[in-house]
């Protein structure tokens, strides 16, 4: 059981905006701690796509896009195309846990 | 290139021990909180642990605590997992991965390692 909630799957056709949500609790998003955004392609590692709730990296397209409130946090994907098709994972800082914490993930499926 | 690479992954026996290294470049590696992180066949990611830049700080998962000691070689450029008492839920890709920016614990994880697979199996 993972301490941030990610839905496990999402689907979208090309062209359409998706969101993936990432639900926590008072010691976590809810403490005002920065929540980050991962794209993991099969059989790669993570790669970071939104930090601080809603910065892009260099070289991340606009498409993708983060916002925080409250004690949940979500990423937004516009324009879907078929190389998104990912497993998508938000992490944050825990201060009862001293460290950081990971959603379980999410797969975008792209009909 | 900016570049970590890990290495020391395996198949090990439980209960035995395994360390596991993290080989960077391209950055100065001395002035950045490193983290590894794991993910085990077809689950999701796991945070392990962290070390600050100077390696006077170092935070563990509840999982891995008493078990794993994470540490650096800043002469080295090199990350380290020494990992004792190893169990069968250890298996799993071992990622090293930098801190963004030279920020507090809660920063985002800008660089990743390819990762090392760790199978502890009898």
């Known amino acids: 059981q993972s301490v941030l909630t990610q839905p496990p799957s999402v689907s979208g056709a090309p062209g359409q905006r998706v969101t993936i949500s990432c639900t926590g609790s008072?010691?976590?998003?809810?403490?005002?701690?920065?929540v980050h955004w991962y794209q993991q392609l099969p059989g790669r590692a993570p790669k970071l796509l939104i930090y601080?709730?809603?910065n892009r990296p260099s070289g991340v397209p606009d498409r993708f896009s983060g916002s925080k409130s409250g004690t949940s946090a979500s990423l937004a994907i516009t324009g879907l195309q078929a190389e998104d098709e990912a497993d998508y994972y938000c992490?944050?800082?825990?201060?009862?846990?001293?460290?950081?914490?990971f959603g379980g993930g999410t797969k975008l499926t792209v009909l | 290139q900016v570049q970590l690479v890990e290495s020391g992954g395996g198949v090990v026996q439980p209960g035995r021990s395994l360390r596991l290294s993290c080989a960077a470049s391209?950055?100065?590696?001395?002035?950045?909180?490193m983290h590894w992180v794991r993910q085990a066949p077809g689950k999701g990611l796991e945070w392990v642990a962290l070390?600050?830049?100077?390696?006077?700080?170092?935070y563990y998962a509840d999982s891995v605590k008493g078990r794993f000691t994470i540490s650096r070689d800043n002469s080295k450029n090199t990350l380290y997992l020494q990992m004792n008492s190893l169990r069968a839920e250890d298996t799993a890709v071992y990622f090293c991965?930098?801190?963004?920016?030279?920020?507090?614990?809660?920063?985002?994880?800008?660089?990743w390692g390819q990762g090392t697979m760790v199978t502890v199996s009898s």
């Open positions: 991965a930098r801190a963004l920016g030279y920020g507090d614990y809660s920063s985002a994880f800008d660089i």
């Open positions: 391209g950055f100065i590696f001395r002035s950045y909180t």
């Open positions: 070390i600050s830049y100077d390696g006077s700080n170092k």
């Open positions: 008072s010691s976590n998003i809810g403490a005002d701690y920065d």
């Open positions: 601080d709730n809603n």
């Open positions: 992490q944050s800082y825990d201060s009862s846990l001293s460290g950081s914490v």
